[in-house]
């Protein structure tokens, strides 16, 4: 794994974290309104900053369809959040969204012909047992909600691995636009069905989350263009470790010992992931997906 490739990934997961924390200050809105006004604010930074140089050049793709495809996954990925978090406490969800690393690399397999090694598998899901203390999940995994939580870690793993592909042969800029403008338009067609008119302030907010949003997005598209989808995706599990030290400075006081132990065990398997440097092998299925 590319040491440049990890520290994209590591840093698209840290503003991750920071525009989650963000959001977690907005009260009384829709989720999708905050999305809307996230990618809005996305299109608008790439209309301003790169339109007058790159012109139409920006919607110009060889793959249009995969890219509507992978675009609304990005919209997949909240919508099954709203509709999981009506029967199911947000430990419990995030208990079942942390599947996605395992998810991912099962995609990269099948649709890209990654071959994972046998000890990367096992790390992945050692990985994904640490998580399980920090949120402490109970029998609300097994609500209906459940279905659309899966659904959301697989909106984010699919969502992985088709940057992956896209890659290889679209711009980044191309990509970036395609994701945000398959989330703006059809949610500008239903606005009014969720809109409140924001404060200045949580107005202000919702531009920022665009704003670090695109820059995650940015990082993201670096890192997958350079390693694969599979190789990266146990990155992701540094986002329950920054979640857990934000609780305990948010608390001000010590996580449980069940927690403490999930984030030892994360450790310990997010160092086995940065020292492993086996040669990945690609199969015949290497061809793109679309």
Known sequence: MGSESRLFMLAAMFLWVVLEAINATLHGYAALQIVWTRYGTHLLLMVMAFGPRHGFDLVKTGRRPLQIVRG??????PSSYVLAARTMHGSDLLSIFWLAPLITLALGHTLLGERAPWRWWLTTLLA????LPIFSPGSGVLAPGSLFAIGMAASMSLYLVLT???SRTEALLT???????????????ALPAFWRPPTLGDGTKMIVIGLLGFAALWLLEKALGKSP???LAPIIYTQPLWTLAARSLGLGRWPSVSAITGGIVLCGCLLDFFLQSK????????????
């Open 279 to 290: 040669p990945w092998r690609r199969g015949p299925a290497a061809s793109r997906p679309g």
């Open 72 to 77: 609304l996954l990005m919209l997949a990925m």
């Open 128 to 131: 994904y047992l640490g998580t």
């Open 164 to 166: 992956r592909s896209l």
């Open 229 to 231: 989808a599979s190789e």
């Open 175 to 189: 990509n970036l636009f395609y994701t945000a403008a398959a989330v703006f338009c059809p949610l500008s067609v």
